[in-house]
């Protein structure tokens, strides 16, 4: 395998934990500890995304060569490197949980290849000072769903961590899966996860929460000074600074997962990423039938706190925790202020374009406002499926009827028959007033369907899909995880080959476990 450039950059800058000892127990003053992955006992290669490995050096030839599986399943250390478990906390759906950490992700170093660095980091490697009464491990049943997960959000153009590989380590893991008292074992796995960097919201909590005050500076200055070169200012500005740019980041991944219809599922703060991209995918889902208090979480099914419709509020929330946590940097609360009270407003115009986006609309008119809220209000007359509505709504033109254009609807809708009655005229009037916008636009309607297309994807990553991969994969076929991954890379295209995908869910995974909702067992 090519020699990989490792830096040491972050293990340089920050602070470690003096205790080397990997037994679990509170981190005081520290931002990582060391510590050393697992070895399995069989790894094995089930899927190697090429294109991530080009981003590291990495050829075909390396992705397939034992070196590769035995650094990246935890088997062997790669010379001259230090594998590190990083120390943050959080909130849990609302509620202060104190120290959290990698508890099962071990990052491996930072790589630098063409002016760039990665962080690798797998996830599934073993026990560390954070794992808290955990195992440490993962299983190949949620390791599936984050390595197509990571991949398919990166083809819609969602900003979002990426998967280098998906390994078979030979071991199998005991998981309660539904949280039932009815735990059983399943195969384990190893995935590598590659991002700028892995520092959450979480990382800035944990040393103000103990008045850690120097740990504190020492992070901020590392990712202002790492991530954020246009920050030019010093002293409490530019720790402002710093804030408004998480914001604006954090903002426009609300646009992207609402634009799509997807749901994170566990929005804690320890969940998200200081550089606004998607990180730990656990119990996520997209749309089905749309839906806006639709969660995937079985955790979060009596509260519904990190819904589909809650997300954007939920976001606000955490950032408002973040800015208690970089408050002691700051010194005045008035500057945070108003960067969170702009927050409201900056996200009801971004969501009201994209939607306009999404509906094919180029020209800015005051009533499009309306128009979007009765559409999704129509969504919810019927069970409407999020992803085919909007993909077969660039098949409408200018000059269809409005029974014309609901026609072309039918096969978003899930019991097309109870379109009927006062729910038909509501969608036909619906459809009228559409039809109606639509004849102000300049553009031609070839043109207009180019648009919609464009950010309308017609394949994402549905749970039963995932859930078919798994099935396949428990019995050592693999074949539909490639098969969904190549599909994915192109979640726009028409891709005739893949058309049976592009269908709603089925009745059978309508209640099955996996398909419908999720528990945070991985």
Same mark, same amino acid.
């Given at each position: 395998? /090519?020699?990989?450039?490792?830096?040491?950059?972050? /293990?340089?800058?920050?602070?470690?934990?003096?205790?080397?000892?990997?037994?679990?127990?509170?981190?005081?003053?520290?931002?990582?500890?060391?510590?050393?992955?697992?070895?399995?006992?069989?790894?094995?290669?089930?899927?190697?995304?090429?294109?991530?490995?080009?981003?590291?050096?990495?050829?075909?030839?390396?992705?397939?060569?034992?070196?590769?599986?035995?650094? +990246?399943?935890?088997?062997?250390?790669?010379?001259?490197?230090?594998?590190?478990?990083?120390?943050?906390?959080?909130?849990?759906?609302?509620?202060?949980?104190?120290?959290?950490?990698?508890?099962?992700?071990?990052?491996?170093?930072?790589?630098?290849?063409?002016?760039?660095?990665?962080?690798?980091?797998?996830?599934?490697? *073993?026990?560390?000072?954070?794992?808290?009464?955990?195992?440490?491990?993962?299983?190949?049943?949620?390791?599936?769903?984050?390595?197509?997960?990571?991949?398919?959000?990166?083809?819609?153009?969602?900003?979002?961590?990426?998967?280098?590989?998906?390994?078979?380590?030979?071991?199998?893991?005991?998981?309660?899966?539904?949280?039932?008292?009815?735990?059983?074992?399943?195969?384990?796995?190893?995935?590598?996860?590659?991002?700028?960097? +892995?520092?959450?919201?979480?990382?800035?909590?944990?040393?103000?929460?103990?008045?850690?005050?120097?740990?504190?500076?020492?992070?901020? %200055?590392?990712?202002?000074?790492?991530?954020?070169?246009?920050?030019?200012?010093?002293?409490? *500005?530019?720790?402002?600074?710093?804030?408004?740019?998480?914001?604006?980041?954090?903002?426009?991944?609300?646009?992207?997962?609402?634009?799509? $219809?997807?749901?994170?599922?566990?929005?804690?703060?320890?969940?998200?990423?200081?550089?606004?991209?998607?990180?730990?995918?656990?119990?996520?889902?997209?749309?089905?039938?749309?839906?806006?208090?639709?969660?995937?979480?079985?955790? %979060?099914?009596?509260?519904?706190?990190?819904?589909? *419709?809650?997300?954007?509020?939920?976001?606000?929330?955490?950032?408002?925790?973040?800015?208690?946590?970089?408050?002691?940097?700051?010194?005045?609360?008035?500057?945070?202020?108003?960067?969170?009270?702009?927050?409201?407003?900056?996200?009801?115009?971004?969501?009201?374009?994209?939607?306009?986006?999404?509906?094919?609309?180029?020209?800015?008119?005051?009533?499009?406002?309306?128009?979007?809220?009765?559409?999704?209000?129509?969504?919810?007359?019927?069970?409407?499926?999020?992803?085919?509505? +909007?993909?077969?709504?660039?098949?409408?033109?200018?000059?269809?009827?409005?029974?014309?254009?609901?026609?072309?609807?039918?096969?978003? +809708?899930?019991?097309?028959?109870?379109?009927?009655?006062?729910?038909?005229?509501?969608?036909?009037? $619906?459809?009228?007033?559409?039809?109606?916008?639509?004849?102000?636009?300049?553009?031609?309607?070839?043109?207009?369907?180019?648009?919609?297309?464009?950010?309308?994807?017609?394949?994402?990553?549905?749970?039963?899909?995932?859930?078919?991969?798994?099935?396949?994969?428990?019995?050592?076929?693999?074949?539909?995880?490639?098969?969904?991954?190549?599909?994915?890379?192109?979640?726009?295209?028409?891709?005739?080959?893949?058309?049976?995908?592009?269908?709603?869910?089925? %009745?059978?995974?309508?209640?099955?476990?996996?398909?419908?909702?999720?528990?945070?067992?991985?």
């Amino acid at each position: 395998m /090519q020699k990989l450039c490792f830096t040491p950059r972050f /293990q340089t800058a920050l602070t470690p934990d003096s205790v080397t000892s990997n037994t679990i127990r509170q981190v005081t003053k520290a931002h990582y500890s060391a510590v050393v992955p697992r070895i399995p006992s069989n790894p094995y290669s089930i899927h190697i995304v090429t294109e991530v490995a080009l981003l590291l050096g990495l050829n075909n030839i390396d992705c397939q060569s034992a070196a590769f599986i035995n650094y +990246f399943s935890g088997k062997k250390v790669y010379p001259t490197t230090q594998p590190f478990a990083m120390n943050y906390a959080g909130h849990q759906f609302g509620n202060w949980a104190g120290q959290l950490g990698d508890g099962r992700a071990i990052v491996l170093g930072e790589v630098q290849y063409y002016n760039q660095i990665w962080t690798l980091q797998l996830k599934g490697a *073993g026990q560390t000072p954070y794992s808290r009464k955990g195992d440490g491990l993962a299983v190949l049943r949620s390791s599936i769903r984050e390595h197509l997960c990571s991949e398919a959000m990166h083809h819609l153009g969602i900003p979002t961590s990426r998967s280098l590989s998906l390994i078979g380590t030979g071991d199998e893991v005991l998981r309660d899966i539904l949280y039932n008292g009815n735990p059983d074992y399943e195969k384990g796995a190893v995935i590598c996860r590659v991002a700028p960097t +892995f520092i959450r919201f979480g990382s800035f909590e944990v040393h103000a929460a103990r008045q850690e005050h120097e740990q504190l500076k020492q992070l901020a %200055d590392f990712v202002i000074r790492e991530y954020h070169p246009e920050i030019t200012s010093e002293g409490p *500005g530019k720790y402002t600074a710093f804030f408004q740019a998480i914001c604006s980041k954090t903002l426009h991944l609300m646009v992207e997962w609402q634009r799509v $219809g997807f749901v994170h599922g566990v929005m804690n703060t320890d969940n998200m990423s200081i550089h606004g991209i998607t990180i730990d995918y656990g119990p996520y889902g997209w749309l089905e039938d749309f839906n806006r208090n639709w969660t995937p979480n079985t955790t %979060d099914s009596q509260h519904h706190r990190y819904a589909y *419709g809650n997300q954007p509020d939920v976001a606000l929330w955490n950032l408002i925790q973040l800015a208690n946590a970089l408050y002691p940097l700051i010194g005045a609360v008035e500057p945070l202020e108003a960067i969170l009270n702009a927050y409201g407003c900056q996200f009801d115009a971004a969501f009201l374009q994209m939607n306009r986006n999404k509906l094919g609309l180029e020209f800015e008119l005051n009533s499009d406002e309306g128009l979007i809220r009765e559409v999704m209000t129509l969504l919810e007359r019927i069970e409407t499926d999020y992803t085919l509505f +909007f993909r077969l709504l660039a098949n409408v033109k200018k000059s269809d009827s409005p029974e014309a254009a609901l026609a072309k609807l039918e096969d978003a +809708f899930y019991t097309p028959s109870q379109c009927s009655g006062a729910v038909e005229i509501a969608w036909l009037d $619906g459809m009228q007033k559409y039809l109606q916008r639509l004849a102000k636009e300049a553009r031609p309607d070839s043109e207009r369907v180019a648009a919609m297309n464009r950010v309308n994807p017609k394949y994402v990553l549905r749970n039963y899909m995932a859930q078919l991969a798994i099935d396949a994969a428990n019995q050592d076929d693999f074949s539909l995880i490639a098969e969904l991954y190549e599909m994915l890379k192109h979640p726009y295209d028409e891709q005739p080959e893949h058309e049976k995908w592009f269908a709603k869910r089925p %009745d059978w995974a309508r209640t099955k476990v996996g398909c419908s909702m999720l528990s945070c067992s991985s």
